[in-house]
């Protein structure tokens, strides 16, 4: 089977130094989501880094590639599959709960971070896109947990390029009470839409854990619901992030990031904009492109991880 963009199997990955395993985490409902864990091979590691992946999206593969830039200097990486996406149980490409999305994040995040080699090592969310809108609702959820967040085009607001009119959203709303998991919604194709590089479009369709189909109608309502909650609490964020986004991205509205970096009441804030770059910053713009991307989140990640992990060892020791 073609794996798409960075995957990888595991001798692979030992080749470049890194150790890939996969899991299964069973949450308070008690369905099987699937997990992902890269860590470098035989080193000390920075810090720890949580994966949340986009809509339709999943770790193991779409995230692989960024996951291997992380471990292969130093991180460790963890991932896992939301509810209805990549090798996690549900419905495919169904959310029905938001919230509940939300809370299996951070039970699994907290059995990795409770293992005993890893409790004094600093930790950072990683989101993208859906994912960026996941760390923020995590960090609510624990605002005193972590050492920061990378946020990469952020869902805080869906672009109105991306929303059908408003009188279909209403329509679709009062469907979706007696058929959420309908596909159809009508929404411009998002790969094209994210991907500037044609090649990695096909990467990226290839994936077979990826959702490609149209959006269930209770999916779409969720992420309406939480872009438009999390754009209009912005003032709430008080973890250190660094905010990544294209300015030309027609997915996730980057007027709305410019919004969580002005007023977000955090000390420890960075906010950089990529002239001409769509959605997929790290996925699907041109390498060197991604590569300039990757560089400022080394920069600021690195930055951090000393004060971060000995900050962290200070809570250790008061609690």
Not at 293 to 310: H, P, T
Request: contains cysteine; hydrophobic residues 40%.
């Amino acid at each position: 089977m073609e794996r798409g963009v960075g995957g990888l199997s595991k001798p692979e990955y030992l080749e470049k130094g890194v150790d890939y395993d996969e899991g299964v985490f069973k949450n308070t409902r008690g369905m099987s989501l699937f997990t992902s864990t890269w860590l470098p091979s035989g080193k000390e590691l920075k810090a720890l880094l949580f994966f949340c992946h986009g809509y339709g999206g999943e770790c193991s593969v779409s995230m692989g590639e960024t996951a291997l830039r992380f471990a292969t200097a130093g991180y460790g990486v963890f991932g896992v599959d939301v509810e209805g996406h990549g090798r996690s149980e549900g419905l495919r490409g169904f959310i029905p709960d938001a919230e509940k999305m939300v809370g299996d994040c951070v039970d699994y995040f907290k059995t990795v971070r409770e293992k005993a080699e890893f409790k004094k090592k600093a930790r950072f969310l990683y989101g993208e896109s859906m994912g960026g809108a996941t760390c923020l609702l995590i960090h609510r959820k624990e605002p005193g947990v972590w050492n920061g967040a990378i946020l990469v085009a952020p869902m805080c607001k869906i672009s109105e390029k991306m929303k059908p009119p408003a009188i279909v959203t209403r329509v679709l709303t009062m469907v979706a009470a007696f058929a959420p998991r309908w596909q159809i919604v009508p929404i411009k194709d998002l790969v094209d839409s994210s991907i500037k590089e044609p090649a990695r479009r096909e990467l990226v369709r290839s994936n077979a854990y990826n959702y490609k189909d149209r959006p269930r109608l209770g999916t779409a309502l969720q992420m309406l619901k939480v872009s438009t909650d999390l754009e209009a609490r912005l003032e709430e964020v008080t973890i250190p992030f660094l905010l990544l986004h294209g300015e030309a991205d027609a997915v996730t509205d980057p007027a709305v990031s410019q919004a969580l970096y002005e007023v977000a009441k955090s000390v420890d804030k960075t906010f950089k904009v990529y002239p001409g770059m769509w959605h997929a910053l790290t996925t699907g713009e041109p390498e060197d492109n991604v590569a300039m991307v990757f560089r400022d989140i080394f920069e600021w990640l690195e930055s951090r991880c000393m004060v971060g992990s000995l900050t962290s060892q200070r809570k250790q020791q008061q609690q």
